[in-house]
């Protein structure tokens, strides 16, 4: 079944991963925007979370103004070019088109922000320089979107921001938990040096504050301190077995997978067990690391499932097997004939009824 | 089955569907190549003392995704030899004898126009085009337009040439004026077999706004150009109609401006003209669109029954009235379909901002369907305009049809506005908010003015 073979180089995997929603041309964008109705109180808009003027930022780039959209993005999301490319649009702003009435395709919201958001990125254009120092200071734990968008809107208002996270490179879940396909590592990065650069917030790696004399310290040194700590690993099965060799946490095992790529190898056979969205993306990514059978088991109803319907079909489209209604009671390994160590056998499941 | 010949005094063609004059009919290739395709004339590119061009001659207008919604050009008439283009002329005649060939002509003096009537007539041309349109550069030099924008001058030329002319003469318009009906009649006066309506109309299509420099550039600089293409119809239209309309204006029009399909040529022949000539399109897509062209029209006159061409000519005009004579008594306001509404709310902007407050936004707010608030609605089309969606917005007659009432009854009824505060002013009942009632109004969270 397998479609990929498991990617040797970095080409490879490059192919294996390659983009679902890949950067637009300039004519496809001017296409694309062309057909935007320019709604009144246009629910792409309230659809939105960050309420990004659509229609606005659209008409910009359809009147050639491609920096005059990139603005009109980051005024309301700083995230605006990974925005583009991971947010889950179909259930979002694109989710929300007035197109899907009549059945026509909505607009491409989520390419045309990137196009524009990469414009500006690629050409350096800066927007935004932080207001003069009002003496105060603030200590911002985690460096993902939470974290980095507020220290960039502290700096607009003068304070002085430092950021600490645990991780060697900054934009959390951006660079540690979204699936390849859906943003490369260079992007996530390209877009946190061009933030960093108008803000100048500084950043400090590989600082875990995980003890209370570190919370102790930034509460004498800061006037404030803003938890930004979204990602978390993933939750316990709490059943035997959990611990044995080649049995991960989905959001390690993505975190893995985003930072070595192709040094990474997946066995060929793969369980993943949840209905989530990160469930979703492991069992993807294995199926693109080459694994010949991945199952997709969920305790549940296939309609019960967490995750969007968009991301169960995109797993199904790499050859994800779903198996439903089963829980898992022990992970369970044994050693075969030739004393060679097998991680695991299988599952024993009970059928939920 | 439809019969499409097409017969403009005198001149046959197997179809109404000629090129006009321009680059698509410089050679005697192209033109073989095009009635090879089915189309029934062409108009030569226009002859006279061959000329030297400008290299980057167009530019063009976009409209969103769509290209060259209108077109303009630099180039003058013909830069090749007569020579040659009589021998093409001749070719093309015998290879296609029953596809009208019309030479286009441009030259001065008395002598030139017929020494040149002369040789296209031996060359076997069906007839000849006098090109008193061309509103660039040739117009400099006493001719083209400058001849269409003086009646008087045009009608001696014409005479000039029917002095000679053994083959109908049709005189080709300059839109470059205010009064079309005047050149037309002159053409008459001067003896002229046919009319031809448009050429270009003087324009710039756009301006480089990071060198400051107009389109097309030529080194640097610009010149005004015609402008053609689709964005024209509606001027081309008019123009057609007023002559068509004139009595004065006794011999047949062949329709120019902006035709690119079948519906276009309908139009231009329910409003007049014999037979329709094409240009722009086929600059954009080739000889091929002929086939649409025809197979359309050919449709068209099957399901509504006309046998022939002048079964259909013209049938639009009687329906073309002074704006005095139309009925004040006829009342539609808009309707919008619940089920085909989409949300957009464009609608509710067009009135709101565009027109008369008529719309209402839907208190649902799961649905963003708005409606239509009767009383305010003066029936003025526009929100049926911008709707999106086919057939979503439409307009319902309310009055009961029994009742007609013209400016020009009212007139003569002594019972029209005459002051300025006439208590018989259209727009005295009709409900306006109150100014300061816009800044009240809740608009959305992300209207606000930049900077704020
Ligand atoms: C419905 C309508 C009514 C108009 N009424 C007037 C008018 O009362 N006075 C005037 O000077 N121009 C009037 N105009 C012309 C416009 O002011 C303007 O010159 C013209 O529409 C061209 O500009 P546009 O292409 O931006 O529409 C009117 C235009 C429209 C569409
Ligand atoms: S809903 Fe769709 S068409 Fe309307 S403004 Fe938003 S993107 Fe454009
Ligand atoms: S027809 Fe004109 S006045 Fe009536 S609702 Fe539509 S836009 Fe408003
Ligand atoms: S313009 Fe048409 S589709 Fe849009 S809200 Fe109005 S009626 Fe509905």
């Known amino acids: ?353 | 089955m439809a019969n499409l010949q097409s017969n403009l005094a005198g001149i046959k063609s197997p179809n109404p569907f000629w090129l006009a004059s321009a680059p698509p009919t410089n050679s005697g290739y192209q033109v073989m190549k095009a009635f090879d395709a089915g189309w029934g004339g062409a108009v030569w590119k226009t002859l006279g003392v061959p000329v030297v061009n400008v290299s980057s001659r167009y530019g063009s207008v976009n409209y969103r995704n769509s290209r060259m919604i209108g077109f303009n050009n630099i180039e003058l008439i013909t830069d090749r030899p007569l020579r040659d283009n009589l021998r093409e002329i001749t070719e093309v005649k015998k290879r296609f004898p029953d596809h009208a060939v019309i030479a286009s002509l441009m030259v001065e003096t008395k002598e030139q126009w017929h020494e040149i009537m002369r040789q296209v007539t031996d060359a076997g041309a069906d007839g000849v085009e006098l090109n008193f349109g061309c509103p660039h550069g040739m117009c400099e030099r006493g001719m083209g337009s400058a001849v269409g924008q003086e009646p008087k001058v045009l009608k001696t030329i014409v005479s000039w040439v029917k002095e000679v002319a053994t083959i109908p003469v049709i005189v080709k318009l300059t839109p470059n004026i205010t009064d079309i009906t005047r050149p037309a009649v002159a053409a008459v006066e001067g003896g002229g077999d046919a009319i031809s309506l448009i050429n270009t109309i003087q324009s710039l299509v756009g301006v480089d706004i990071d060198n400051f420099v107009p389109y097309p550039v030529v080194d640097g600089k610009s010149t005004n150009g015609g402008y053609c293409g689709p964005a024209v119809k509606p001027i081309a239209m008019n123009m057609l109609k007023n002559c068509a309309q004139n009595p004065n204006v006794t011999i047949p029009i062949s329709g120019i401006g902006g035709i690119e399909n079948w519906r276009d040529a309908v139009e231009f022949i329910l409003l007049g003209a014999t037979n329709v000539q094409v240009c722009t399109a086929v600059m954009h897509y080739g000889f091929g669109i002929i086939r649409e062209l025809t197979d359309g029209l050919e449709r068209y006159m099957d399901e509504k029954g006309f046998q022939t061409i002048d079964d259909m000519r013209g049938l639009a005009l009687p329906n073309i009235k002074h704006w005095e004579d139309l009925n004040l008594k006829y009342k539609v306001v808009a309707s919008i379909n619940p089920d085909k509404c989409i949300g957009c709310q464009l609608c509710y902007t067009a009135c709101e901002d565009g027109a008369h407050q008529a719309i209402g936004l839907s208190t649902n707010l799961s649905d963003r369907i708005p409606h239509i608030i009767e009383e305010n609605c003066v029936g003025c089309n526009l929100c049926s305009l911008v709707c999106p969606v086919e057939e979503c917005i439409t307009m319902e007659r309310r009055d009961d049809g029994t009742e007609t009432k013209t400016w020009a009854d009212r007139t003569a009824a002594g019972n029209i506005p005459t002051t300025f505060n006439d208590e018989l002013a259209g727009g005295l009942h009709h409900w306006v908010p109150e100014p300061g009632d816009a800044l009240k109004k809740r608009v959305p969270r992300h209207y606000k003015v930049s900077g704020e």
């Open chain 1, 1 to 353: 079944m397998s479609e990929f073979l498991p990617p040797h180089t970095e080409s490879d995997f490059e192919s294996n991963f390659s983009q679902l929603k890949p950067l637009m041309n300039s004519t496809e964008a001017y296409y694309e925007s062309s057909r935007c109705l320019f709604c009144y109180d246009a629910p792409c808009v309230n659809a939105c979370p960050t309420g990004i003027d659509i229609p606005l930022f659209i008409r910009q780039i359809n009147s050639d103004n491609i920096f005059g959209a990139a603005k009109t993005i980051f005024d309301s999301n700083y995230f605006g070019h990974a925005c583009g490319k991971v947010c889950p649009t179909e259930v979002l702003c694109e989710g929300a088109c007035v197109y899907n009435h009549s059945d026509v395709k909505p607009i491409e919201i989520g390419r045309l922000q990137s196009y524009a958001t990469a414009k500006a990125i690629v050409a350096d254009k800066l927007f935004y320089t932080p207001a003069a120092k009002n003496g105060k200071k603030v200590a911002v734990i985690g460096a993902g979107p939470a974290g980095i968008s507020c220290a960039c809107e502290l700096r607009l208002h003068g304070y002085e921001v430092d950021i600490f996270d645990s991780k060697a490179m900054p934009s959390g879940l951006t660079m540690h938990g979204v699936a390849p396909y859906k943003i490369t590592n260079e992007d996530v990065l390209d877009e946190m040096a061009y933030l960093e650069k108008q803000f100048g917030y500084r950043l400090f790696h590989n600082t875990t504050i995980s003890a209370k004399e570190d919370i102790d310290q930034l509460q004498r040194n800061y006037d404030a301190i803003f938890l930004g700590i979204g990602l978390g690993s993933t939750s316990e099965l709490n059943i035997p077995g959990e611990d044995l060799e080649n049995v991960f946490g989905a959001v390690e095992f993505i975190e893995e997978l985003k930072i070595h790529h192709h040094f990474v190898s997946v066995p060929k056979k793969v369980i993943v067990l949840g209905g989530g969205n990160t469930a979703m993306d492991a069992a993807s990514e294995s199926a693109r690391m080459g694994a010949e059978r991945v199952i997709l088991a969920y305790r549940r109803s296939r309609e019960e499932m967490g995750a969007y319907d968009f991301e169960y079909e995109l797993a199904k489209s790499v050859g994800v097997k779903g198996m439903f209604n089963v829980s898992p009671v022990e992970i369970m390994s044994f050693e075969d004939s030739v004393n060679q160590k097998v991680p695991f056998r299988g599952f024993r499941v009970k059928q939920r009824h």
